[in-house]
């Protein structure tokens, strides 16, 4: 029997029978449905549509079977919507759907449910349960409790509570429910589960890979994050793959290697391509491929060969040092003429601070070469220079090798810093290395142990510095060519303070020509009495106190210009610290004016002689060294071989001892330039004739009184000049070494050039003792 009753579409959501549903309703003509029913038999027919994303359905988008339902509860929402909770009755086919404007009618026909019961529905009845209880188990959307609920009695009552539970699509609901016969339903929920069940078990086996791929993924991400902590902490980085693009993009970026070098160096990068990223040899690897792409194999700075520029820099940087810049001047000279010829090898020798380093920056400031320095003080592994093997952990490039990398050209100029300094000991003896790297004719194929590859070292301008030169060893010696820098006289100190260290520390102190002023005076009083040196380093110290101390007084509210004089510099420096013998005032018995070299240039060195009764022994004192005292015994040996013609008496060494005595007995002393001083002394003390004390004298005695040459001409005659000595007396054979004076002290001194001793008394005695003229003995 068709009734009429109004239709309230259902998006989503499916009613079945005797299922108490709740649903908020807030479209326009659901809401008058909804109305129409409670005004009547509080009835209404549920329909669902077709499509789900319909908001405003016609009668064609749904479907034909529906269920009769009644309104249990209704509640309106001052939003405008209502929340209703509904009961399903029974099926209904819906023959006819009315528009009537403002919500639809439908007439329907309602659908007796089948509730005949076979043994083969009870079975099905019995299968079904147990697959909905495996599917609740085995879901992890279903409540476990959810099987319990299905204790229903009613074959399609049973079907319809199932379905109804099922996370299932809305059409296989429809489905369901357009299923009249409870029998052929329960085999189309019996269906269901099973698919049900078998996409669960698809699903499950999907999880359980999933999860095992998430958690070896996370595994390997928590390792890997690890590993990159680890890395970043240590500085490196795993980026295997780009670092061997990066090393093969630098070799083809590379040009002009030869053959050999380049083919090295691609087998290398393709064995690293083959090795684990984080094994030990693949850092090896890696390490030494980045060592041969950093080495400049074939890259060279344009060398400048303008001498005029090179001589303007030269004396910019340096003041004196006439011979090592014309060295350099005529090695420019030559490059300029000829490109063939190969860098020089020069050994800067001299005393500190002359200025030997800074020399050599400023030799590749004025070549136009790049500069790297290494000091070979305390050197004593041959792998220093030549490197270690690649077998050994930690395996390193020699410090030559690391220079040219430090350099970035092929061709700079290497400052092999204190060559006197090196030593040997198990491990090897450095300096042999070095004959390799210091030989024009070989260093052109330089083979470092770690390298193992031919190094070209031939563009190289070597220069070498020592102190002294009789502790290089003779072969490497002999493969430099020597130029010994001299310490600077006064005059050249003076001039090197006021030119260049003085405005450094005016500018390294913040001070400016209006702040302070420094006489010249003041200047030359530093020198002399608070320096003792060759070089300048100490003037540069004590020039850096008085700044420090003039920007104290700037500082503390000095106004106007600081002055410094003779008078108050003891204000910024003290007491003098430096005390330099004056000349003897007065001629005097047995007391001779020497001169020596020390470490800090030229000094005056009184030589004191007396007798007393005794048995002719010779006593020494002075902290003297075996040389000196040696020079003493041939001077007194002399002296008593010609003691009759000396106009001694010829047995004073039966009767009286001698006594020579050489002050400050706290330094020791050595060398054999005193040997004429020494014999002069001890005659004058014997004859009792005075030595004039206007004249000072170096040289070395022989035994037959022959005068023979000695070092430091020019330090020792401005050690002379210094304390106003005018006159000195040199072995005539150190003449050569006169060119090296400046022109004003060679014209305001009388030299004179001995052979003999008695030429020497002849001069230096106030009065004439020789009997008759020594002939040479044979």
Known sequence: METQLPLLPLRGVLVFPYMVVPLEVGRERSLNALEQAMLGSQELVFAAQKDTRLDEPTKDDLYEVGIIGEVKQLLKMPTGGAKVVIEGRSRAIIHKIEDEGT???????EVAEDTEITDETEALMHAVVDLFELYVKNSKKMPGEASLSINVDDPGRLADTIVSSLDIRTAEKQEVLE??????????VSDILSRQIELLEIEKRINVRVRKQMERTQKEYYLREQLKAIQKELGENDD??????????????????????HDKIAREIDRLTKMPSMSAEAVVVRNYVDWLLSLPWTVQTDERVDVAEAERILNEDHYGLKKVKDRILEYLAVRQLSQSLKGPILCLV???????????????????????????????????????????VGAMPGRIIQGMKQAGSNNPLFLLDEVDKMAMDFRGDPSAALLEVLDPEQNNRFSDHYIELPFDLSHVMFITTANVLHTIPRPLLDRMETIVIQGYTEEEKLHIAAQYLWPKQMENHGLTPEMVEMSRQATAAVIRHYTREAGVRQLERQLGTISRKVAREIVQGHRGTVHITVSNLAKYLGPHTVHHREAEQADEVGIVTGLAVTEAGGDVMPIEVTTMPGKGRLNLTGQLGDVMQESAQA??????????????????HETLDVH??????????????????????????????????????TGEITLRG???????????TLAAHRVGIREIILPKDNAPDLEDLPANIRRGMQIHLVEHLDTVLELALSEKIVREKVGTEK
């Open 240 to 261: 295997h793959v780009g670092e061997v693009e990066e090393l093969q993009q630098r070799l083809a970026a590379m040009e002009g290697l030869s053959d050999e070098v």
């Open 103 to 109: 919500y639809f009618r439908a007439d329907v026909e």
């Open 350 to 392: 001299g005393p500190p601070g002359v200025g030997k380093t800074s020399l050599a920056r400023s030799i590749a400031r004025a070549t136009g070469r790049n500069f790297v320095r290494i000091s070979l003080g305390g050197v004593r592994d041959e792998a220093e220079i030549r490197g270690h093997r690649r077998t050994y």
């Open 706 to 716: 022959h005068v023979l040459p000695v070092g430091g001409i020019k330090e020792k």
């Open 635 to 652: 001077a007194y040996s002399y002296i008593r071989s010609k003691a009759s013609d000396l106009g001694i008496d010829p047995h004073f």
């Open 660 to 697: 020579v005595h050489v002050p400050e007995g706290a330094i020791p002393k050595d060398g054999p330039s005193a040997g004429i001083a020494m014999a002069t002394a001890m005659i004058s003390a014997l004859s009792h004739v005075p030595v004039k004390a206007h004249i000072a004298m």
């Open 179 to 188: 299923i009249f016969s409870a029998h052929e339903r329960l085999n189309k």
